[in-house]
């Protein structure tokens, strides 16, 4: 039988899948995405422990469905996805790297020079499925400084091992690592 470890988050409970992802570490599996019910009730509860926002932004492609509701609740017109290509039809794209504990490897985010356009000058909250090592947000907080955003949040529904120990962060519950010995 595969180990899970059991979470519970706004009255949803998950069994999440342990995966190994190194020699030395092994994460609970937590994918969003097709999970109507736990964005649907996870959004609400960010949305209340948010700050005045003018605009939202994640990186693709896990935290999309939950920026796309939390926009929705927040009544606003549109939120901004960094890209992790550049597209054929961006105009001066922004350009940051970085490396996730998921991936594991070197990937660009970048944003289309339009929607640097939408950012500069704005309070913008940075939304993602988990945070973990920071690396993610951090990338995605240099594109928005660099398109003249002010970062005025960063939320997730999870903190994933030393993470959940920041301050600087807004989440729902934290989410154990898993050495392995």
């Known amino acids: 039988m595969k180990e899970t470890y059991t979470l519970n988050v706004a009255g949803v409970t998950r069994e999440l899948p342990i995966i190994q992802i190194s020699n030395d570490l092994a994460i609970a599996s937590f994918v969003i995405l097709g999970d109507t019910e736990l964005v649907c009730a996870v959004a609400p509860k ?4 948010l700050p005045e926002i003018d605009i939202l932004i994640t ?3 896990k935290g999309i469905p939950l920026v796309f509701e939390i926009s929705r609740l927040l009544n606003m017109k549109n939120y901004i996805v960094a890209r992790k290509s550049i597209k054929p039809y961006m105009d001066s794209p922004i350009v940051d790297e970085v490396v996730s504990i998921t991936t594991q490897k070197k990937q660009i985010l970048c944003l289309d020079g339009d929607d640097a356009s ?4 704005k309070r913008v909250a940075i939304i993602d499925d988990v945070i973990s090592t920071g690396e993610s947000i951090q990338a995605v907080e240099r594109l928005v400084e660099k398109a003249g955003g002010i970062v005025v949040a960063r939320a997730a529904i999870l903190a994933e091992g030393d ?3 920041r301050n600087d962060i807004i989440f729902l519950e934290e989410l154990p690592l898993f ?3």
């Not at 939408?118 to 000058?121: E, Y």
């Open 59 to 61: 990186a693709e492609a």
């Open 46 to 49: 960010i949305v209340e422990k």
């Open 118 to 121: 939408l950012i500069h000058g």
């Open 179 to 181: 050495p392995v010995e």
């Open 163 to 165: 993470a959940a120990k």
